[in-house]
């Protein structure tokens, strides 16, 4: 496989960092799994709105921090930003639903895979009031750099849809700037502190994903045991009320002198 293909956005990047390296190793090893979530039409067509849902939920986001923001120029920049989520929501939105038009019949399945192929997670519902401006930037910094990479993995597992393929292109072209405006305006704002910054992010964002992977992995875990439950504890009690049901004499049965008294009474 070629890499410049994976990696469209290598170009605009300068220093690769062990996240990088990362990133492309679990590109590599998870392509073939990523082509195959992406293969059926309806799956891609619900991926595309959930992933506009999330693009402009980003973009809101993003206006209250500019609202937030003392700094000036972070402020123009944060609502340019807002405005390019706002787009990629829109660019999603018009592309699922004309996949969905597209469809013979109606899914059948909800399966979106979304913790395998999620889209841009924006500010991970982060409290913006709470984040001085270096916080939010490294915390943007690596989202859009997670999303640069997600997208270039999409859009070359799109080869089959060159439409989609073609949203997945443009998004990718805004991603890789949000992801470098971000870091420089980082390394303005906190000069001493940028790194020390980015480190807690990294940890934040590794936090909300085990969170986020504990939650899946407990979802499978008791639907097994549940399964386990069914085949080993109900197949007993179905025997014995079989067993009950078959020594039960079948049809009426006359009823014995003493309790078959007069109906003017309760008992
Ligand atoms: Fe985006
Ligand atoms: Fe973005």
Do not use: C
């Not at 700094?71 to 944060?78: A, E, G, N, Q, S």
């Not at 999409?154 to 805004?174: C, H, I, K, N, W």
């Not at 078959?246 to 003017?264: F, K």
């Amino acid at each position: 496989m070629n890499d410049s293909h994976l990696t469209g956005y290598s170009v605009i990047r300068r220093n690769r960092t062990a996240d990088d390296f990362f990133m492309e190793m679990m590109r590599k090893l998870l392509w073939p799994v990523h082509r195959w979530i992406w293969l059926d039409p309806a799956r891609r067509a619900r991926k595309l709105l959930r992933f506009a849902e999330t693009e402009a939920d980003g973009g809101r986001d993003l206006v209250r921090a500019a609202e937030l923001t003392p700094d000036p120029v972070l402020r123009r920049l944060f609502l340019v930003h807002a405005r390019d989520e706002l787009r990629h929501a829109e660019l999603f939105r018009r592309r699922g639903a004309s996949l969905l038009r597209a469809l013979s019949k109606p899914s059948q399945s909800g399966f979106r895979a979304d913790w395998l192929a999620p889209g841009e997670r924006g500010l991970d519902d982060l409290r913006i009031e709470e984040l001085e401006d270096g916080a939010l930037l490294a915390f943007l910094h690596l989202s859009e750099k997670s999303a640069a990479n997600h997208f270039a993995l999409y859009r070359y597992v799109m080869q089959r849809d060159p439409s989609t393929g073609a949203v997945f292109e443009e998004v990718l072209r805004d991603e890789a700037y949000h992801m470098n405006y971000t870091l420089s305006q980082l390394v303005r704002v906190s000069p001493q502190r940028h790194r020390l910054l980015l480190w807690r992010a990294r940890l934040s964002r590794l936090w909300k994903g085990y969170l986020r992977l504990a939650i899946g992995l407990a979802g499978v875990i008791s639907g097994v045991i549940l399964m386990i439950l069914f085949f080993t504890l109900l197949p007993p009690f179905a025997y014995f009320a079989k067993r009950a049901a078959r020594q039960e004499p079948a049809g009426w049965l006359p009823v014995s002198p003493e309790r078959s008294v007069s109906l003017d009474r309760q008992y």
